[in-house]
């Protein structure tokens, strides 16, 4: 568990993390409070274009609390955050501010400096671990608290879960973090040993300390995650990671190419997800791959009326070169 930990700071630039959380959307929720404890405020900001899982869970974890959610619209041109809509919102009840890098249309979110020069409150960044290794980490821009979703590490699908929720925070503000925290000391001869350092779950502490009620435990897969990054390295983390920006690439190239579509939709550098775009309405391109057998991406008319033509894909070394090239040849009979 701590040498998870101490992976996890080096990937995100923080100096504490705990021992897992449920998943990523969890770790939002928590944040989300954690912000509210930290620094006062009623309104927590988060982009308009945020997985509607994440969305959800934060909703329910703030029933009660009286904070309110606001969105911040995206830029139609380059996908990232609107920095003239946050610049908008009146900062003095913010209690924190959540972005994400890769954000949800798989931009690079390359303006995190200036996103927290816009607000006062907390500075909650969402990561994907893998791109962190090509990518400078977000405590380099101000990040006050950074989450991100574990089950990249090596952890395979499995009908949605297991997941495993990264929580990392700066060194002062670890007393109001929530989770446990392993600590490295020494024993009575003088070896190295380890501790649990911190918890400050209900069951440990009076109840009206206690940062969070979560109970669950993770940790095996935080082992896991682990063992994956130590046995890649950070040169094959490295490789991971580009080979992911190379495949997206090369992929959204092949889309754009096919009369009718448009790949990618945003402007910019990708990590391993992108905007397709179809001119006539993306519904019956996805209805006629779903009967060929392929997964055509996400839809996002449900999360984002104004996008009835487009759809999020994702590629990632799991998919094999017949898999690309069946996909393709599904699209070119679409069009």
């Known amino acids: 568990m701590w040498e998870y930990q101490s ?59 009286g904070i309110a959610v606001r969105e911040v619209e995206y830029d139609r041109e380059t996908g990232m955050l609107d920095l003239a809509k946050l610049r908008e919102v009146d900062s003095s009840d913010v209690c924190g501010v959540y972005a994400e890098n890769p954000n949800f249309f798989g931009r690079f979110e390359e303006q995190l400096q200036e996103i ?20 400078r980490p977000p405590g380099d821009f101000g990040a006050d608290i950074v ?35 392993i600590g490295l000391t020494r024993d009575v001869t003088g070896h190295r040993a380890f501790c649990m350092t911190l918890q400050t779950r209900e069951q440990h502490i009076r109840r009206e300390k206690a940062m969070s009620n979560i109970c669950t435990n993770e940790s095996l897969l935080a082992v896991a995650a682990a063992t994956y990054l130590s046995v890649l390295g950070a040169n094959g983390l490295r490789r991971v990671a580009a080979d992911n920006i190379r495949r997206a690439k090369d992929l959204a190239a092949a889309i754009d190419k096919i009369p009718g579509f448009t790949a990618p939709l945003f402007r910019g550098a990708h990590f391993n997800e992108f905007v397709v775009r179809h001119k006539n309405g993306y519904a019956a391109v996805h209805r006629t791959l779903l009967e060929k057998g ?42």
Do not use: W
Request: aromatic share 4%.
């Open 116 to 135: 927290r020069a816009a607000t006062k409150g907390i500075f909650i960044v969402g990561v994907n671990p893998i791109a962190q290794a090509l990518v």
């Open 294 to 335: 392929i997964h055509g991406g996400l839809p996002l008319t449900r999360q984002l009326p104004e996008m009835q033509d487009a759809a999020l894909y994702a590629t990632t070394g799991r998919h094999t070169p017949e898999a690309v090239a069946k996909l393709l040849a599904a699209l070119e009979a679409v069009r």
């Open 7 to 65: 992976l996890i700071c080096e990937l995100t630039g923080m100096d504490g993390a705990n021992t897992s959380m449920y998943d990523a959307s969890t770790a939002l929720g928590e944040a989300a409070r954690m912000a509210h404890r930290l620094h006062g405020g009623k309104t927590f900001l988060v982009p308009r274009a945020l997985r509607h899982n994440r969305r959800a869970v934060l909703a329910n974890y703030l029933v009660g609390t």
């Open 147 to 181: 989450i991100g979703e574990g089950q990249v590490l090596g952890t395979p699908m499995n009908f949605g879960g297991p997941l495993l929720g990264i929580f990392a925070c700066r060194q002062e503000h670890i007393r109001k973090m929530p989770g446990r925290v």
